[in-house]
């Protein structure tokens, strides 16, 4: 079954530095995601990418965070200065496309746990 | 904007036995769509159960079903023949037709009792 995959699985950076995830999401799917979960805590939308531009982005995605699809293949997050806020656990998710096919749900990655120090 | 409650931090059940985690939303909108996703300790994300708002009928997968009653937001989650394999966090989430974005609840962790 295909899958959603992000590397690294766990990342430690210092305050202050930029971090790059990644993803590679499913080779026919249209739209990309990336979510967040603090912690302990619920997993929140950060932004959601399509047809090579940002189509929604929530208030967590400020200036400090950007996306990019620079190949076709891979979807990355990237965050300029990390704050100890930061660490969390970083979803990447793709979805093939609108309509019916909403109904079969995102596929999501395995996530990459992010610590910053 | 959506919201999605879910009432119980915490669940168990004993092994073999039936398990119901509650879901509660809020939307204005007609058309959404209404998941149950577990987390196990490797907190990867897996998809459980979907279920369309246009569609009358309660989704089934194998032990899992929904009671979903739409009048009142209501999507609840029964896991029949509980197994070891089923303790995990469960969220629940929804999304609206055209505006795809995934809004989760909180989460319920479920444990079960050998």
């Known amino acids: 079954e295909p899958e959603v995959t992000q590397t690294p699985s766990h990342q430690v950076t210092q305050m202050g530095q930029e971090v790059i995830l990644r993803c590679v999401p499913i080779?026919?799917?249209?739209?990309f995601y990336w979510y967040r979960q603090i912690l302990g805590q619920k997993v929140e939308f950060l932004v959601s990418f399509y047809n090579n531009e940002i189509s929604e982005k929530s208030e967590i995605f400020d200036d400090q965070f950007s996306v990019e699809r620079p190949d076709g293949s891979n979807f990355t997050l990237k965050i300029r200065s990390t704050k100890l806020e930061d660490s969390a656990m970083y979803f990447c998710?793709?979805?093939?496309?609108?309509?019916?096919?909403?109904?079969?749900?995102?596929?999501f990655g395995s996530g990459t746990r992010l610590t910053v120090v | 904007a959506q919201t999605v409650t879910q009432s119980q931090p915490e669940m168990s059940v004993q092994e073999a036995e039936t398990v119901t985690l509650s879901c509660t939303y809020d939307t204005s909108e007609s058309d959404y769509y209404l998941f149950w996703y577990k987390q196990p300790p490797s907190r990867q994300m897996i998809l459980v159960i979907r279920q369309e708002a246009y569609k009358q009928q309660n989704a089934t997968e194998n032990r899992f079903s929904v009671n979903f009653q739409k009048a009142a937001k209501s999507f609840s989650l029964k896991i029949s023949d509980s197994q070891l394999g089923d303790a995990a966090m469960y969220f629940c989430a929804a999304s609206n037709f055209g505006n795809e974005k995934l809004t989760f609840g909180t989460g319920t962790r479920l444990t079960i009792i050998p």
């Open positions: 998710a793709s979805r093939l496309g609108t309509g019916g096919t909403l109904s079969s749900g995102y596929t």
């Open positions: 080779s026919n799917h249209l739209y």
